[in-house]
């Protein structure tokens, strides 16, 4: 029997996603594998991924601009041996892991997985292929420390293959591109009025899904101005937002629902786990650009208002997108309000945006990888 470990970490959700829609599709498809889904910063130590993972989450959102300069630090310089070193030192502690599932393949969403299996690699400590999965749509350095000893890197899209060969080295044959995992309902036949039955929305009206809280948050203000902007439109479309954990969000948006004559059109969750079937009946999604939830997007063939991004990977998520046609992106310092404007009333932008998804949409990707790093 196979055994492949799936290793991630929680800085962000998208890693973990990535993560599990490997494992389901493995689990449900091959009879003759075992997987282990682990979180190696938590394996490591408790204390060590509460403090990592909570001082990433509030520099995102109480810091961006220390983030950012952390993030193309991370690059070259001195925070990048940093982080090299530090990592070679927590390999040696997730060497107990490798010894006690002694896995056949390592299957890493996350750059510090990487790290450690390549550096363990390295040593010789472990004898194990070792497959990558970029969860972003733009190369960073610290995906491709030690990428010598990696054996599959998968990308999102052309542009990072090219990346990854021509300006890191890396061997060509090693770089697959496929996109990044999704939940096998993406590529399932979902019933679009059973899901309008679900949601209580109306067949008739076009919907719009607007993404307004987030693992950070935006703060209140500018998704209150977003949401305000949107519900001019509501004779046409109809809203489903997301709050997120922001507890003040949620309470923001249900005052601005209360004051509409007819709220019908206003859907409002905190949290929603049927993400797939929202996206099969929306006309336009808005959101943060994580690489989860843009490949998600792109699969549903879903043109894409991007607001916040978080600077350093999101914000090079953005403007890939937003030169690829299948994205505008409202900066901080543009009007939301004119924006929305003139996106709602260009059906023929919008027609552009939606067909542009198609080449960069990759409804399979987790079956493509799995076949490819289980030599089918």
């Excluded at 969403?109 to 969860?135: D, E, R, W």
Aim: charged share 25%; proline share 3%; net charge neutral.
């Amino acid at each position: 029997m196979k055994k492949i470990l799936i290793l991630y970490a929680s800085y962000g959700g998208g890693h973990l996603s990535a993560a599990k829609s490997l494992k389901e599709y493995i689990d449900n498809n091959y009879k003759d594998v075992e997987t282990n889904l682990v979180d190696c910063i938590k394996y490591i130590n408790m204390a060590l991924d509460k403090i990592t993972t909570g001082a990433y989450m509030q520099m995102a959102k109480k810091a961006p601009w220390a983030w950012k300069k952390v993030y193309y630090h991370s690059e070259k310089g001195a925070l990048s041996k940093i982080s090299s070193t530090t990592n070679k030192v927590i390999a040696r502690k997730l060497l107990h892991l490798f010894e006690e599932y002694n896995p056949d393949l390592v299957i890493s969403t996350h750059p510090f997985a990487t790290q450690m299996t390549s550096y363990l690699k390295k040593k010789g400590k472990v004898n194990c292929k070792l497959a990558t999965i970029l969860t972003d749509f733009a190369p960073h350095d610290q995906w491709l420390v030690g990428h010598k000893y990696g054996d599959y890197f998968f990308v999102a899209h052309d542009g990072m293959k090219k990346a990854l060969v021509d300006d890191f080295k890396v061997d060509k044959a090693k770089v697959f591109t496929t996109g990044i995992p999704l939940s096998s309902k993406f590529s399932a036949n979902l019933n679009s009025d059973e899901i309008y039955k679900s949601f209580d929305l109306n067949p008739q009206k076009k919907t719009i899904l607007f993404f307004g809280g987030g693992a950070f948050g935006l703060g209140k203000n500018k998704p209150l101005e977003i949401l305000q902007s949107l519900i001019k439109y509501l004779d046409e479309y109809q809203i489903v937002a997301i709050s997120g954990k922001n507890q003040k969000m949620n309470s923001a948006f249900k005052e601005l629902a209360s004051t509409i004559q007819d709220s019908s059109s206003l859907k409002i969750y905190e949290f929603i786990d049927n993400v797939p079937e929202i996206m099969h009946i929306s006309s336009l999604v808005i959101t943060k650009p994580g690489g989860l939830t843009i490949s998600e997007s792109l699969a549903s063939s879903l043109p894409i208002l991007i607001i916040n991004p978080i600077p350093g990977q999101e914000e090079e998520n953005a403007e890939f997108l937003e030169q690829s046609g299948v994205a505008v992106w409202i900066r901080k310092d543009e009007s939301a309000d004119i924006v929305i404007q003139n996106l709602l009333n260009s059906e023929d932008m919008l027609s552009s945006m939606r067909e542009k998804t198609h080449a960069l949409a990759h409804i399979d990707s987790t079956k493509n990888i799995c076949e490819i790093v289980l030599n089918i």
